[in-house]
């Protein structure tokens, strides 16, 4: 008999009839198996050549027309937007592709690095209730700044759940069941929350673009990254092939054609459209953890950093940047006493300190740049940092990030002048 195959590709789309639901239509997507996408340089150079079928005229034509509709969205009022405006519940759930990037594409037995990205859904969050345009309207051309009313924006939840990163040896083991060893990160999950103004951009004084993202609890919140000599120069090898690909011919001060264009008609002072969205976006990662492994799969060190924190903005005011870094630690995992074992450390009376963020944060860097043209500003913070000398274990890891650059031969070890007779004796066990 026939033997039915589940589709792989769902799409679904239901209008919903007026005052009954909240929002008019809905759209559901569902891919069940993942595609497999090869890298390959120069195939991707000859179709985006292929697809650069406009010349610099037609580009700023076209630039010109966008700017145009612009203008005439300012003569609408927000009333009538908000009137016309039709809202769509989204539910998409992918089995997200896989990007294979090979060392080498014309040998079957090439090292390959493979970024998986696991599950993906992205739900629209529609909000219960809701306002009449013309309340709306009102809470738009209101004075405020920040983050506007909740009914001012469709809201979006980005979930990517078993993300991995693979660094195989060759295609035929990728095949089969990838063994741990060959994991760089295994089952991370990112949880991202996008938010976008309803509203023409220059309408309002809120921010217009929200982006919120941090680690998922579903992968416990951290990050976790294994590496070994032979992947890191592996991954080194896989990287220098993909930069020897063909680059994108630039304009005259090294920007791209097609965005050289885009903005060549515009008058002397003048930004491009995009620069008016005010934008907030921040990313925190909770918690990272690098495990350094030695040729034989014997541990070497662990890097352990928490509270990483990056938040960017930009307004009509100029844009900027913040980065914190909370707490970091490096364990040394040869060390036979414990109490010796930790090389570094961040603040480490923090605990007693009893001080906030502010204060007990190890890092914190802030870049501020002004519209206006004056000059940029650059704010660094650094607390208390403990530093353990051990010359056996520095001049291990030294020639662990000496191997990608020292290739098949093995590089000249330190002498006892530069790291101690013990680091010397481990150099010199090393090269045996």
Not at 113 to 122: F, P, Q, W
Not at 269 to 295: C, D, K, M
Not at 336 to 363: F, I, K, Q
Not at 376 to 390: C, P
């Amino acid at each position: 008999g026939e033997v039915e195959v589940a589709p792989q590709w769902t799409f679904r789309l239901l209008h919903c009839p007026a005052k009954l639901q909240p929002v008019d239509q809905r759209l559901e997507v569902t891919v069940a198996t993942p595609l497999e996408l090869v890298h390959n340089a120069r195939l991707l150079d000859r179709v985006r050549r292929f697809l650069d079928v406009l010349g610099e005229s037609e580009r700023a034509e076209l630039a010109q027309l966008v700017r145009q509709q612009a203008e005439s969205l300012r003569e609408v009022t927000l009333e009538s937007v908000l009137a016309r405006r039709k809202s769509t519940d989204v539910q998409l759930r992918l089995a997200a592709p896989r990007l294979i990037l090979p060392q080498d594409l014309s040998s079957p037995d090439t090292g390959v690095l493979v970024l998986d990205m696991g599950a993906i859904s992205l739900a629209s969050m529609v909000a219960q209730g809701g306002e009449t345009a013309a309340a709306a309207a009102a809470d738009a051309s209101a004075e405020g700044s920040g983050d506007g009313p909740e009914w001012l924006y469709d809201r979006f939840a980005l979930s990517i759940s078993s993300i991995q990163v693979i660094l195989s040896p060759s295609k035929a083991s990728l095949r089969a069941a990838p063994e741990r060893a060959h994991y760089l990160v295994y089952e991370l999950g990112v949880d991202v929350g996008l938010q976008r103004c309803i509203l023409p951009p220059s309408s309002h004084a809120f921010n217009h673009v929200v982006v919120s993202g941090s680690l998922s609890e579903a992968s416990s919140q951290s990050l976790h990254l294994q590496l070994s000599p032979e992947q890191l120069r592996m991954a080194a090898a896989i990287l220098e092939s993909l930069q020897s690909g063909t680059a994108e011919p630039a304009g005259e001060a090294g920007v791209p054609a097609a965005l050289a264009a885009e903005g060549a008609d515009l008058p002397a002072g003048a930004q491009p459209l995009a620069t008016i969205e005010r934008t907030r976006a921040r990313f925190l990662v909770q918690r990272v953890r690098l495990s350094l492994v030695g040729r034989e799969g014997a541990p070497l060190a662990s890097l352990h950093a928490g509270g990483i924190e990056l938040t960017a903005h930009r307004d009509m005011s100029g844009q900027g940047a913040h980065f914190r870094l909370d707490e970091l630690y490096v364990d040394d995992r040869t060390a036979a006493d414990p109490l010796r074992s930790r090389l570094v450390e961040s603040n480490p009376s923090r605990a007693s300190a009893g001080g906030g963020p502010e204060e007990s944060s190890l890092v914190q860097l802030q870049y501020l740049r002004s519209a206006a043209g004056a000059a940029d500003e650059l704010h660094v913070r650094f607390n208390r940092l403990h530093l353990e000398w051990n010359p056996a274990t520095i001049t291990a890891l030294l020639a662990f990030f000496r191997s990608p650059a020292a290739g098949a031969a093995a590089a000249a070890p330190p002498d006892a002048a530069s790291l101690g007779a013990p680091a010397a004796a481990a150099a010199a066990a090393a090269a045996a």
